[in-house]
């Protein structure tokens, strides 16, 4: 669920619209898409001057169901393939596209938008893009439901990296002389596929040659009220002040209990008709906030900015100086802003109409309706449903607000159980009681590794402005510093930046980039075929 502009002109007016659904109530996760770049045009060999089909050409590997029980037979996992640098000798660079429907991520394989298609022009290479089981049309069972997630683990996805590498056969000149004994097979993914592929090297040793990991939450974390520091920490400190503020009034307002209080805090935000105080306090900044981790330093960060902007202007439309404006001026900035959102035709609460819900009974919408098809509907895809899964089954990172004595820009009504009760929404046959405690998050990280990966030939990349910088690597709890067979590179972007040609604009990310390609030339020079 990410959205950014792009240098080209005609990719700039595909990529600006932002879907207001894809912004909202949703656990903020993910790389950047590149939807709206258009892909369908031939590629032509660089030396042989073939015509090759266009990089969206779609295949379909057969993968295992089950990887514990092969008996089970096999579906169809998406892939897409570039191979117009390719030369006999050159490596695969595979990339999983993680907790999304892979398709808009197509352009990564292309040399002149994302770094899979840069390692594939640079070492002439194949590049590679595999759909994550269980999201896009990748999907094992013909439903989301319960039962079908019982093969909806991290285990079964790597497993699905082994099966692939050991037996696919690419539809291009040699593409049967790809085993991982043939060729050097260099795995890559950003954000939670940058953990799988910390985990999968860390699991399958010997499997990939190289790797490379960005923005990597390779630390579960079910607490993950971090989420939101490298934010406060980065943004304009008026407006961090302003909506600490905020957020502290309402959270005062609600534990006041004073029922009329409590009614016109909502009304000033347009939520009159919303019920419950923790979805109205949620609402109110899940408009915007996720907008800060899709950002990037040459992309900029449109919607957050926006709010700011529109918090620290005063009535005489003044910029506010570093101390902000202060409790009253934010209360009806952010009040008339979100106003205005929950009016605008575009909005994501129009949906609302199929369920029949009056146009201001947010409350229908909210996290507590059983019968809300956000809850029931197990059609695939569904790829919010299928993430949902993973982060209820596994990962926990809910988006909480800071613990007292912190600064907090989210409410802290924002906790624990409120994320684990949207588990049970979402699956009840699952959780029947609480979820994802702090005990299955450890499940995770000692499976895995979590900070303490001791994987060689692995590149992390981080982004210092990342929301998600505290489950990396680059977290200031980690425990591993890195070292020359597993460097951490850390930027000063957000969240993936790195696997962005467009953000080679800012040097500080192209000297990143540079760096773990200097890498990955000196360990390829060294590579040998074992068969
Ligand atoms: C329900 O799903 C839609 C579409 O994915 C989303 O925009 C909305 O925020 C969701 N509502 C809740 C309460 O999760
Ligand atoms: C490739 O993109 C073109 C143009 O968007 C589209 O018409 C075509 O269906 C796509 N092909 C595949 C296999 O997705
Ligand atoms: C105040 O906030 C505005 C709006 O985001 C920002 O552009 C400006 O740099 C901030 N000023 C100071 C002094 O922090
Ligand atoms: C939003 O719509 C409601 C119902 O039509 C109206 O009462 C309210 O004044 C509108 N708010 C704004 C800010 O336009
Ligand atoms: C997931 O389900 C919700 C609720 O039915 C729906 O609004 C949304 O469009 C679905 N998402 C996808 C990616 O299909
Ligand atoms: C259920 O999800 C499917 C696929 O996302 C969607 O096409 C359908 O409209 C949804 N049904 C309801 C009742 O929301
Ligand atoms: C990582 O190493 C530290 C220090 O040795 C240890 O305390 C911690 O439990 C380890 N974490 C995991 C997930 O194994």
């Given at each position: 669920?990410?959205?950014?502009?792009?240098?080209?002109?005609?990719?700039?007016?595909?990529?600006?619209?932002?879907?207001?659904?894809?912004?909202?109530k949703q656990h903020r996760h993910g790389i950047h898409k590149l939807d709206g770049v258009d892909v369908s045009h031939e590629v032509v060999h660089q030396?042989?001057?073939?015509?090759?089909?266009?990089?969206?050409?779609?295949?379909?590997?057969?993968?295992l169901i089950d990887h514990d029980d092969p008996s089970l037979g096999t579906?169809?996992?998406?892939?897409?393939?570039?191979?117009q640098y390719y030369q006999?000798?050159?490596?695969?660079?595979?990339?999983?596209?993680?907790?999304?429907?892979?398709?808009?991520?197509?352009?990564?394989?292309?040399?002149?938008?994302?770094?899979?298609?840069?390692?594939?022009?640079?070492?002439?290479?194949?590049?590679?893009?595999?759909?994550?089981?269980?999201?896009?049309?990748?999907?094992?069972?013909?439903?989301?439901?319960?039962?079908?997630?019982?093969?909806?683990?991290?285990?079964?996805?790597i497993d699905d990296h082994e099966y692939f590498v050991k037996n696919?056969?690419?539809?291009?000149?040699?593409?049967?002389?790809l085993s991982p004994d043939k060729a050097p097979w260099i795995l890559m993914g950003g954000s939670y596929p940058g953990a799988l592929t910390s985990f999968t090297m860390q699991n399958k040793p010997g499997l990939f040659y190289a790797g490379w990991a960005s923005s990597a939450v390779v630390q579960a974390i079910a607490d993950y009220w971090r989420y939101f520091e490298p934010i406060i920490e980065y943004m304009p400190q008026n407006c961090s002040t302003d909506m600490q503020a905020v957020i502290a009034y309402v959270d005062d307002t609600v534990a006041s209990g004073d029922t009329s209080k409590i009614q016109a805090l909502k009304e000033n935000f347009g939520l009159g008709g919303m019920v419950h105080n923790d979805d109205f306090a949620s609402h109110i900044t899940d408009e915007f906030i996720g907008h800060w981790q899709e950002s990037g330093m040459i992309m900029g960060n449109g919607a957050f900015q926006e709010f700011c902007d529109v918090l620290e202007t005063d009535d005489n439309g003044k910029p506010a100086g570093p101390q902000g404006l202060g409790l009253q001026h934010a209360l009806s900035a952010w009040g008339a802003y979100s106003r205005v959102d929950v009016n605008a035709s575009e909005s994501p609460y129009l949906d609302r109409k199929e369920l029949s819900c009056n146009l201001h009974e947010i409350a229908c919408f909210g996290t507590y309706n059983p019968q809300s098809p956000n809850y029931t509907n197990t059609t695939v895809p569904n790829d919010t449903r299928s993430w949902q899964w993973m982060v209820c089954s596994a990962f926990g990172f809910w988006q909480n607000g800071a613990p007292e004595g912190k600064p907090s820009i989210v409410s802290r009504m924002i906790d624990n159980a409120y994320y684990q009760r949207t588990c049970q929404l979402y699956f009840p046959e699952a959780f029947s009681s609480p979820p994802v405690n702090l005990l299955t998050a450890l499940d995770v990280n000692k499976q895995y590794g979590g900070w303490n990966v001791t994987t060689e030939r692995l590149i992390f990349v981080n982004g210092r402005r990342d929301p998600w910088r505290e489950a990396t690597v680059a977290a200031d709890g980690s425990t591993s510093k890195g070292w020359d067979l597993q460097p951490h590179l850390l930027e000063d972007g957000y969240h993936c930046n790195d696997l962005l040609v467009e953000e080679s604009e800012n040097p500080v990310t192209k000297?990143?980039?540079?760096?773990?390609?200097?890498?990955?030339?000196?360990?390829?020079?060294?590579?040998k075929p074992s068969a």
């Open positions: 669920m990410a959205f950014l502009r792009f240098f080209l002109p005609v990719l700039l007016a595909a990529l600006a619209i932002v879907s207001p659904s894809e912004a909202k030396t042989t001057g073939a015509k090759l089909p266009p990089v969206n050409t779609t295949y379909y590997f057969d993968q579906f169809k996992q998406r892939y897409w393939f570039n191979y006999p000798g050159g490596p695969v660079i595979l990339m999983n596209a993680g907790e999304g429907d892979a398709s808009p991520a197509v352009p990564y394989l292309l040399a002149d938008l994302g770094i899979p298609g840069v390692l594939a022009k640079e070492f002439n290479g194949v590049a590679v893009l595999l759909e994550h089981r269980f999201f896009g049309l990748s999907s094992p069972y013909p439903d989301l439901s319960v039962k079908s997630y019982r093969v909806h683990t991290i285990q079964q996805a696919v056969k690419l539809a291009m000149p040699g593409g049967d002389q000297a990143a980039q540079e760096q773990a390609i200097g890498y990955l030339r000196t360990w390829l020079a060294d590579w």
